[in-house]
């Protein structure tokens, strides 16, 4: 299937490494201009040498912090001296710390905030002009699958990332007459630095091996395993792309059938 994504621009945050990376390759893959984002100028480099190397197109990258708002601005400028336009954008970012609600003060609840919600609010404001005077693009929100049905331990998570999913409804309807469509993708137990940080936490927790946490969710996982990074991309591209063009506003889970919510 041709996704129509030839010479068009994504940008993809926090795409150093784990999903980010793999959904930047993917849309490399697909022919696209590519712009990377994260915060270690070291890594993106090796990134983008990773990504050229597999597709043969080498994407850009800028660093920066997802909590600034000037390193923001500077990512969407410097998009557009490059490559002219955007056409889609993947907001994406680390998971905020493991914890309960009683662990936590106010600055780990803000920065929590201003990385998994306000940094998609300020990107969604900053593109939003270019998408529509080119007539249209998409809008991809990376969440969790906490948006379906709450994790143990991660209170940041469940909180944060369903505002996203408010965010992404408002948002899909809003712009549906501008040709945008909106949606938001979510993992469950993708094998990445975040879940192997996860099952660490949980081993420590219970007093037990990281093999023994895995093998315990392997068994609540109906595919009976982690996802891998590249099965996450194939999805998120598919959703940003001219293939998609009649599904917005909604909410899919690429988690091997670990949700058991409706």
Known sequence: MDLGLKNKTAIVLASSDGLGKAIATQFSIEGANVMLFSSSEVKLKAAADEIEILSGRRPLYCAGDLRKPEDLKRLV?????????????????????????EQFEDDVWQSAFELTLLSYVRMVRLVLP???????????????????QVLENLILSNTFRNGVVGLSKSLSQELGADGILVNIIGPGRIGT???????????????????????????????GRYGKPEEYAKLAVFLCSEANTYITGQTVLVDGGLTKAL
């Open 193 to 223: 630095s975040r879940i192997t940080y996860l099952d660490q936490v949980r081993a420590d927790r219970l007093n037990v091996s990281v093999e023994e946490i895995e093998a315990e969710a392997f068994k609540n996982i109906a595919l």
């Open 130 to 148: 270019h998408m529509k005077a080119a007539g249209g693009g998409r809008i991809l929100n990376s969440t969790s699958s906490s948006v379906k």
């Open 77 to 101: 400028d410097e998009t557009i001296k490059a490559y002219g336009s955007i056409y889609a954008l993947v907001n994406n970012a680390g998971g905020p710390p493991a914890g309960t609600f």
